[in-house]
């Protein structure tokens, strides 16, 4: 069963900690409590209507600090801290074994709603198996993340983003091109400092991600002063939100998630109840039914700075580990060399072969980006650049096949003529013509063009 927990400030009012769940507050009410000493206190509680599982914290005579700090900790109800004597009174034989929960607190708006109980069940019962996995990998990764947010000035929970994002997974790659953990389009990843290219993508390396998306999130706040706005501009960007806003005139996320607003797709309006559901289970699992989570342990690695060229299979080598081992530290390497024009690279290694490589460094030889290319290849072009290649050299065949047996007409457009018009005239298929003469749009011919046409042998048209 839930339990309630309340602060009560002795001598002051009933103060609530943010993590009280929304549908107790109606059991709180707001009224004085003057005591004196322990003993009125649990008086006090009996009578102010509480119910009677609820789990009392006090604090007598608070200093300001403390009352500003109360929705960030909870003290321990087995004490009570009196400021103006320093002296602490044991409650114990008042309160007889008092159990405290850890309940999870939040630094980012945190929204109960239908939406968000739908993706809590999705999580714990749809693919629970795969969000199990994402649990498992992210304890590798949140400690870096939470402390680049934090010293960045962030809330520390918009890291879960990564757990909706890429469940923790460097390489993961998404139909729109987006790449590594957070999820980055090349062009962003390059405004914020990523260097992408044939050696290397640092939209995979997990470090250097955080510190692109923490920018980024900051520079979205900035712009809507709204965490949950700024989370929505980084799935849609910023120019969506900002139209979205303009268009229906609010700033709430939540209206502009509204069924009836159509401008924001449904994976942005998704975006923060996933956000708000993947925490709540990342930071209570075993509430939510993950008690079984094998979580991984963080990468143990050093770094060593790399000023030129150099493969891999040399680096591991002289650090008597496998090359497996570097390309898993550093997923950011797209072969097996490091990048060229890329001075004082860091290059993870791992724990305790720094010392060995720094002495053995300066006897590796260099690669030139010319022997690198003769191992590697030119890059790999993506499935729809072959499918655009392959489709325009079939045409090109297909079209030098089927005028090989055709004389060519030179034909030039006359003001006021049209494709569709030329091909009825020399009875040919308006595509073939169009294909002929390179022509990608249909509807855009010059007076004076000049077009090829080719017909049967025995067509009689003239030139004109």
Same mark, same amino acid.
């Given at each position: ?23 107790? %507050? ?41 009352? /500003? ?31 405290? *929960? ?48 934090? #010293? ?41 400092? /990523? ?77 923060? *109840? ?54 898993? %530290?550093? *997923? ?10 890329? *001075? ?30 003769? #191992? ?40 006021? #003529?049209? %494709? ?45």
């Amino acid at each position: 069963m839930k339990k309630n927990m309340l602060t009560l400030v002795v001598s002051l009012t009933i103060l609530i900690p943010n993590i009280i769940q929304a549908d107790q %507050l109606q059991t709180v009410l707001d009224q004085k409590i003057e005591v004196a000493d322990s003993a009125q206190i649990i008086d006090a509680a009996d009578t102010a209507e509480i119910p009677d599982d609820t789990q009392i914290v006090v604090v007598v005579n608070p200093t300001p600090e403390q009352i /500003l700090s109360l929705d960030k900790q909870i003290l321990s109800p087995e004490t009570i801290i009196d400021e103006g004597t320093q002296e602490e009174t044991s409650l114990a034989e008042e309160v007889e074994e008092i159990e405290v *929960p850890v309940l999870a607190t939040f630094d980012i708006p945190m929204t109960m709603n239908e939406k968000v109980e739908i993706y809590i069940h999705y999580f714990t019962n749809r693919i629970r198996d795969k969000f199990s996995m994402w649990l498992g990998r992210s304890e590798m990764y949140l400690p870096m993340m939470k402390k680049t947010f934090r #010293e960045k000035g962030l809330p520390e929970d918009l890291t879960y983003l990564v757990l909706i994002e890429s469940g923790f997974n460097n390489k993961a790659y998404s139909r729109a091109k987006a790449t590594g953990q957070w999820q980055f389009m090349t062009g962003t990843g390059k405004r914020y400092g /990523l260097r992408i290219d044939r050696w290397i993508d640092e939209r995979r390396d997990p470090e250097k991600a955080t510190e692109a998306a923490a920018e980024y999130l900051g520079d979205l706040y900035g712009l809507f002063n709204d965490w949950h706005l700024a989370a929505a501009g980084y799935n849609a960007g910023e120019g969506k939100i900002g139209r979205a806003i303009k268009k229906y005139k609010t700033v709430d996320f939540w209206q502009l998630s509204q069924p009836k607003y159509k401008y924001l797709r449904r994976e942005t309006k998704d975006y923060i *109840p996933k956000l708000i559901a993947a925490a709540m289970i990342a930071k209570e699992p075993a509430k939510y039914g993950f008690d079984d989570i094998e979580y991984h342990p963080s990468l143990a690695c050093e770094k060593i700075t790399i000023n030129r060229m150099t493969d891999l299979r040399d680096i591991a080598s002289a650090a008597e580990c496998s090359l497996e081992d570097l390309q898993l %530290l550093n *997923p950011e390497l797209k072969t097996k060399f490091t990048p060229p024009n890329y *001075p004082d690279y860091e290059l993870n290694v791992p724990m305790g072969k720094k010392e060995i490589l720094e002495d053995k460094l300066a006897s590796i030889n260099g690669v030139s980006e010319k022997i690198a290319l003769r #191992e590697v290849g030119p890059e790999k072009q993506s499935l729809s650049r072959k499918k655009t290649i392959r489709a325009k050299r079939v045409q090109a065949q297909s079209v030098s096949m089927e005028t090989a047996s055709k004389r060519v007409i030179s034909y030039i457009v006359k003001e006021g #003529e049209t %494709l569709w018009g030329i091909a009825a005239k020399y009875s040919v298929d308006v595509r073939h013509l169009a294909s002929w003469n390179n022509l990608r749009n249909k509807h855009q011919l010059k007076t004076g063009q000049r077009l090829n046409i080719y017909v049967g042998r025995d067509t009689g048209k003239k030139v004109s």
